[in-house]
Each structure stands twice: as C-alpha cells, then as structure tokens.
C-alpha cells in the first residue's frame, strides 16, 4: 500500500489535543489533508497470489469491510492512542460494542457481576439475555465495595459497570473494584460513556476493557451511531477479533468518518459543556422547589472523594429532583423553549429527559426506587448553548413547575 499513516509511536507522545487532531491518520496516494471516506465493501487485488496471502494474513491490507476498512482503522487507531490502550475496534452502536464485550468473552457456566445502576439496555444484556446462554449474572449496589466482594462466585469472569451512572450519576471507584477483580482473576469492563474519554481513564485505574457510546460525546452533535470497545491485545485476539469479523457489528465508513473529524474537536467541546454544567447545576442548586441536585462537579457529590480520585472534569450531565414529582418535572420540561425534550445525551444542543417515563420506565417503580429515581428527577444533558440562555429557560422551567 501507498498509504502514509501517522506514527503511532510520535503521536504516542503527543498532548491528547494533538493525538485527536492527527493520530492515526492514514494518508493515501493523493495527500489529502482531511481524512478520506473509503465507502467500499470490498478491495481489489493485484494478483490472485495476493489474494491468498491476504486470506492467510502474510500480505498486509484490507479484505472486506465487515472485517476492517481504512476510515474506520482511522477512528479506531486515534482512539486507541488518545486512551492509552493496545487495540481499540469501532462498531454500529454503543451496544454493539457493549454486546460484543460481554457476548465475545463469556461462555455458559460463567458468573457476571453487575453495577445495578446502568443504562437500559445493558441491563438487558445482563439480566436476560446472558442467562439465556448460560451465564449467571449478580446485580450489586457498585458504591459498596462490599456487595462487589460478597457476589463473587469460583466462575465469576467478568466485572461489568458504569461510572458515572444513568442517570442518578452514582460513582463506582474504579481502582478498588478493580483489584477485587485482579484477586480473582475476573475482567472489568467498564462502560465509560458518561465520563467521556476527556474525563476518566479507566485503564489506568485498573480496568481491562473499556466501552463507549460513540453516539454521544464523541459525536458530539446529534448525528451518527456509533460505538467502540478499547481492550489488550490478548483481549482482541482471544475472544473480540473473530466475534466480531464473523457476527458483523462493523461501523458504517460514513459514520466513522464524522466521527473521525468530531474527535478533532472534542476537547474544546467538553471543556465548554463541563463550564456551561458546572453553572446550571449551581444555579439550580437550592433553588426553591429543587429538593437535590447532583453533579459530579460539585463538591456535595455524595461521592465527591471518588470523583477526586478518578475523574478530571464534573462532565456534563446533571440530574435533579424537583418537588411535586412527575407533575412537578412535566411542567418544568414543557415550559422549556431551548432546552429540548429527548433522551438523548452527549449532544451541542442541551437536551432534558424525565427517566422514570422514558429511559427508565421499563424496569417498574420497584427497580426505579431501589436505583434512587424519584419521580421528580430530570436528567439534564448541557450542550454548547450561552449558558445565560440556559439558565433563562431552567428559571422558565422552575417557575412553571412551582406553579401547580
Ligand atoms: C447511549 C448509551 C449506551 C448505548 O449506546 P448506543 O450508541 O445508543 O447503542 C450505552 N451505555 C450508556 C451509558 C449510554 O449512555
């Protein structure tokens, strides 16, 4: 191949502003500055002994795109630098990638345990899918330590969890879950969405595996799917590379190509989402009518000491409890002109969700209590908006749902 890719060991040492701007850019023959969309299926070869070496992996170079493509490697490999990590693989969704973790690693007669407080869908995964093959899964509180303890089995293989969580932004502490795994050899996975990679690096705390929803911040601004499992590369050749060549979760080149140039930006955006956070959360702490608000920003985290230890920003996502419960939240949501109304996350555009009638309304009152979701909470996602016209809507919003 005539394709000039960026050093990985130069950009290794790059400030991460750099290695989202450059790394893992594979130039081709042309010399194009940004990085091109290669919206192919498949590669031609030169000769048919190509072919064969390409199949028996001695020739170097694309085969089918389900498999690998040059756009996507490009969003994988930056990725890849920017977390520190051996093997980075990019797939169609978030829970592709969450999906293809656990499903790629886990065999019947294996014992999962699991952060109770986590998004919907991977609690799917968890509670009723793995069991259909044969896994057995725990489901802890994840800020006691103890509970992790306890729910280890002889066949526990896998740590499973999210921190910050959706959406009570409850915190696991990486680093000390993470070595009761080590004791007894189990895996942590940890879907590191919320944090965002700006924010938490979990490998470095102890983790083994790390999930992202590239659907949102890494993205960025509301458009493509898209998600990415960052592991060893023992990881990726035992149990992630043939799971995934041959069950297809593969990102689209077109997807990974946003993607690609929404990283070059990332930094900037985080940092001014967290700002615009770190205002409306203090704004509407206190305020009349808002029994708690919660931000890992602020230092009245319950869990401010883990935020300390593990995360570098307060991110962008607040939830709060508004009194009057649901009537209370849905007044403050449809006095709303800015703010939208989505489930969203991670998005330029602020975006507000009531989790107990959306997110968080399959799983029923009991689960939604023992998870700490009143029926008053609103979980708010703060995009790129002036944050003085964000704070004039939440005052609409406080004031309409103090008026029932
Ligand atoms: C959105 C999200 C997912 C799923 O990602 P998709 O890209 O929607 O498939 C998984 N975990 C968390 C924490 C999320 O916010």
Known sequence: MTADRTDADIAAGWAPETQLVHGGTLRSQFGETSEAIFLTQGFVYTSAEQAEARFKGEDPGYQYSRFANPTVSMLEERLRIFEGAEACRAT???????????????????????????????????ETLCPRFGITPTLVDGRDLAEWRKAVR???????FETPANPTLDLVDIAAVSKIAKEIGALVMVDNVFATPMLQRPLQHGADVVIYSATKHIDGQGRCLGGTVLCSDKFLVDHLQDYFRQTGPSLSPFNAWVMLKSLETMPIRIAAQCANAAVVADHLAGKPGVLRVVYCGRKDHPQAAIVDKQMTGGGQMIAFELDGGKDAAFRFQNALRLIKISNNLGDAKSLITHPPTTTHQRIGPVARAELGIGDGMLRLSVGLENAGDLIADVERGLAAARAG
């Open 92 to 126: 169609a969704t978030g829970m592709a990638a969450v999906n293809a973790a656990i499903m790629s690693y886990l065999r019947a007669g294996d014992h999962i345990i699991a952060a109770r407080a986590m998004f919907g869908s991977c609690r799917y995964i968890i």
């Open 154 to 160: 002889p066949n526990t293989k896998a740590f499973f």
